[in-house]
């Protein structure tokens, strides 16, 4: 390793801790998702059973295990907590970015550390890297994959091709068939676009395909054989109606991850947009080679591997945020390979002051809500007055500083640097002024902690009328799955209730007889707590 690869990855290591890791545990889980698969993988490691997800006692077989192994070991290793639920996703980051790093450095020497960083202060990938979720370990393989099949696309080298099959296995233990489809689109979006069709047979490797399949499904056909409803369940529900239906309610309409997509890309979005159009607009040219030669390609296959995913995904009837997160490094690289055309020209043109300026709003204005989201949770609005005003104006000099860099004679030279500025302030002002309130807000963490408390010992938890987040997320604190009153499920020895507030009434009504004492008033999320009395013996 070179003195500079060796400053290099010391710089990208710092960026890394400091973006994925630090604060992890600052706030608790937040949403339905996190404290669920958190929860499934603390079961499985205390069953010691590593195939068969399980949640509250019973098979939960909606996604493949990828990450609760992930989990399961940082358990194993640190405890079970919610910053150990989080620590697979920041792995996984931190390796997508020395990934790339490490890829540009053999193939496109000169921007790997431009495209690494991009990659890294990536709003989605920021976001990602720090949820207990399946979306950063299949972007992170993913990438992985594609860039093993460009690696071997550009020199012809089967070990290259291997990693390919290889991470689109991974890809398929991670999210299930999602990996290996969006690779054959891609893959089938560039061959077109170059107008070279063998690149797809030349794809089809026999040993590779020997590799996907003993990577992959060992684990399928063994939760198969022990849960006899997993293909129903996993491939027919969660995978094909899911596609094809509105089955989980999560309808959006077609255009939807576009703006999504122009978000997780943030702060890049208007250098990304640029270099997507200039692209698009050499594609219809209609050359026989759109990119001349292959190494001119790379940026072509960067387009297409984006817009594959998010015509893919805007086809599906079911869309959450989470799911456009595997293009988000496709417009890291589009970026950068815009970068090196403009870069490596003998006369660099300067930015135009349209886009000097343009970059400078969305790279600055980001710091605006981080300054003032303490306030946003409390009040769900935008503060007046004086807290505004300092927000703005501390945006307004990041903008400024952005735009007059980006128009003087260094240019394109400095918009790593003078975009990660914002980026590194924003995410140190939420983590700083905001976990307090996220995490009285969005985490059933504080609650349990009050909740915990006040138990002079281990007491049932029952819930009635409160969100499924708040419900997972006491199911994971408590490590128990709380009973449902909405239900009928009332627990007949002693036990602690969380309900919304100024509900007693209607929990006399529902438990009949019950001594019930009010506990407390949880504000951020509006529910009571309650003691409720075991149930009274009947008499003989």
């Given at each position: 390793?070179?003195?500079?690869?060796?400053?290099?990855?010391?710089?990208?290591?710092?960026?890394?801790?400091?973006?994925?890791?630090?604060?992890?545990?600052?706030?608790?889980?937040?949403?339905?998702?996190?404290?669920?698969?958190?929860?499934?993988?603390?079961?499985?490691?205390?069953?010691?059973?590593?195939?068969?997800?399980?949640?509250?006692?019973?098979?939960?077989?909606?996604?493949?295990?990828?990450?609760?192994?992930?989990?399961?070991?940082?358990?194993?290793?640190?405890?079970?907590?919610?910053?150990?639920?989080?620590?697979?996703?920041?792995?996984?980051?931190?390796?997508?970015?020395?990934?790339?790093?490490?890829?540009?450095?053999?193939?496109?020497?000169?921007?790997?550390?431009?495209?690494?960083?991009?990659?890294?202060?990536?709003?989605?990938?920021?976001?990602?890297s720090r949820a207990a979720s399946m979306d950063m370990v299949l972007t992170t393989v993913f990438t992985i994959g594609m860039l093993g099949w460009w690696g071997w696309h550009e020199n012809e080298g089967k070990y290259y091709l291997a990693l390919f099959y290889a991470?689109?296995?991974?890809?398929?233990?991670?999210?299930?068939?999602?990996?290996?489809?969006?690779?054959?689109?891609?893959?089938?979006?560039?061959?077109?676009?170059?107008?070279?069709?063998?690149?797809?047979?030349?794809?089809?490797?026999?040993?590779?395909?020997?590799?996907?399949?003993?990577?992959?499904?060992?684990?399928?056909?063994?939760?198969?054989?022990?849960?006899?409803?997993?293909?129903?369940?996993?491939?027919?529900?969660?995978?094909?109606?899911?596609?094809?239906?509105?089955?989980?309610?999560?309808?959006?309409?077609?255009?939807?991850?576009?703006?999504?997509?122009?978000?997780?890309?943030?702060?890049?979005?208007?250098?990304?947009?640029?270099?997507?159009?200039?692209?698009?607009?050499?594609?219809?040219?209609?050359?026989?080679?759109?990119?001349?030669?292959?190494?001119?390609?790379?940026?072509?296959?960067?387009?297409?591997?984006?817009?594959?995913?998010?015509?893919?995904?805007?086809?599906?009837?079911?869309?959450?945020?989470?799911?456009?997160?595997?293009?988000?490094?496709?417009?890291?690289?589009?970026?950068?390979?815009?970068?090196?055309?403009?870069?490596?020209?003998?006369?660099?043109?300067?930015?135009?002051?349209?886009?000097?300026?343009?970059?400078?709003?969305?790279?600055?204005?980001?710091?605006?809500?981080?300054?003032?989201?303490?306030?946003?949770?409390?009040?769900?609005?935008?503060?007046?007055?004086?807290?505004?005003?300092?927000?703005?104006?501390?945006?307004?000099?990041?903008?400024?500083?952005?735009?007059?860099?980006?128009?003087?004679?260094?240019?394109?030279?400095?918009?790593?640097?003078?975009?990660?500025?914002?980026?590194?302030?924003?995410?140190?002002?939420?983590?700083?002024?905001?976990?307090?309130?996220?995490?009285?807000?969005?985490?059933?963490?504080?609650?349990?902690?009050?909740?915990?408390?006040?138990?002079?010992?281990?007491?049932?938890?029952?819930?009635?009328?409160?969100?499924?987040?708040?419900?997972?997320?006491?199911?994971?604190?408590?490590?128990?799955?709380?009973?449902?009153?909405?239900?009928?499920?009332?627990?007949?020895?002693?036990?602690?209730?969380v309900a919304p507030e100024n509900s007693q009434a209607e929990i006399a009504r529902l438990a009949p007889g019950r001594r019930i004492s009010y506990l407390g008033h949880f504000a951020p999320q509006h529910v009571d707590y309650y003691w409720v009395a075991a149930a009274?013996?009947?008499?003989?």
């Amino acid at each position: 390793m070179t003195n500079r690869t060796r400053t290099d990855v010391l710089l990208l290591a710092g960026f890394c801790a400091f973006l994925f890791f630090y604060g992890l545990n600052q706030f608790g889980l937040i949403g339905a998702d996190e404290p669920r698969y958190a929860q499934v993988a603390r079961e499985m490691l205390e069953r010691h059973d590593w195939i068969t997800p399980v949640l509250n006692g019973r098979p939960w077989l909606e996604k493949p295990p990828l990450y609760y192994w992930q989990a399961m070991i940082a358990y194993a290793v640190f405890g079970v907590s919610d910053w150990s639920a989080r620590l697979p996703s920041a792995f996984d980051a931190t390796l997508l970015v020395l990934a790339i790093y490490f890829f540009l450095r053999k193939f496109r020497r000169g921007f790997e550390l431009d495209a690494a960083l991009i990659t890294a202060a990536c709003a989605g990938i920021i976001a990602y890297s720090r949820a207990a979720s399946m979306d950063m370990v299949l972007t992170t393989v993913f990438t992985i994959g594609m860039l093993g099949w460009w690696g071997w696309h550009e020199n012809e080298g089967k070990y290259y091709l291997a990693l390919f099959y290889a991470a689109m296995a991974l890809g398929t233990l991670a999210k299930g068939p999602v990996a290996p489809v969006l690779g054959i689109l891609t893959i089938a979006f560039y061959a077109a676009a170059i107008r070279e069709r063998r690149v797809i047979t030349r794809t089809l490797w026999i040993p590779g395909i020997v590799l996907f399949c003993a990577i992959s499904l060992p684990w399928y056909f063994t939760v198969q054989s022990r849960n006899p409803i997993f293909f129903h369940e996993f491939i027919v529900q969660h995978n094909l109606e899911r596609f094809s239906e509105n089955l989980y309610h999560h309808t959006e309409p077609f255009w939807y991850y576009l703006p999504v997509t122009a978000l997780a890309v943030v702060p890049w979005t208007v250098f990304v947009s640029v270099a997507a159009v200039g692209l698009i607009r050499r594609l219809k040219l209609k050359s026989h080679n759109a990119g001349g030669e292959i190494k001119d390609q790379f940026g072509f296959f960067a387009l297409c591997w984006l817009i594959a995913t998010v015509i893919f995904f805007s086809i599906s009837q079911s869309k959450l945020p989470g799911y456009i997160l595997p293009a988000v490094p496709a417009a890291a690289l589009l970026l950068t390979s815009y970068l090196g055309s403009r870069l490596e020209t003998p006369d660099p043109q300067p930015v135009a002051k349209w886009l000097a300026i343009l970059h400078g709003l969305v790279a600055a204005v980001p710091i605006v809500p981080g300054l003032l989201i303490a306030y946003i949770l409390q009040q769900h609005r935008m503060p007046n007055g004086r807290p505004l005003i300092t927000a703005v104006l501390v945006a307004f000099i990041l903008w400024a500083g952005i735009a007059l860099t980006l128009i003087s004679r260094a240019g394109l030279r400095m918009l790593r640097f003078v975009t990660l500025v914002p980026i590194l302030l924003t995410v140190g002002t939420v983590l700083k002024l905001g976990s307090t309130d996220l995490d009285h807000s969005l985490s059933a963490r504080p609650l349990a902690v009050e909740l915990i408390s006040m138990e002079t010992h281990p007491l049932p938890l029952a819930i009635y009328r409160v969100r499924r987040e708040l419900e997972y997320g006491l199911n994971f604190y408590f490590n128990q799955q709380p009973s449902h009153y909405d239900w009928g499920e009332i627990p007949k020895q002693e036990h602690l209730l969380v309900a919304p507030e100024n509900s007693q009434a209607e929990i006399a009504r529902l438990a009949p007889g019950r001594r019930i004492s009010y506990l407390g008033h949880f504000a951020p999320q509006h529910v009571d707590y309650y003691w409720v009395a075991a149930a009274a013996a009947p008499a003989r």
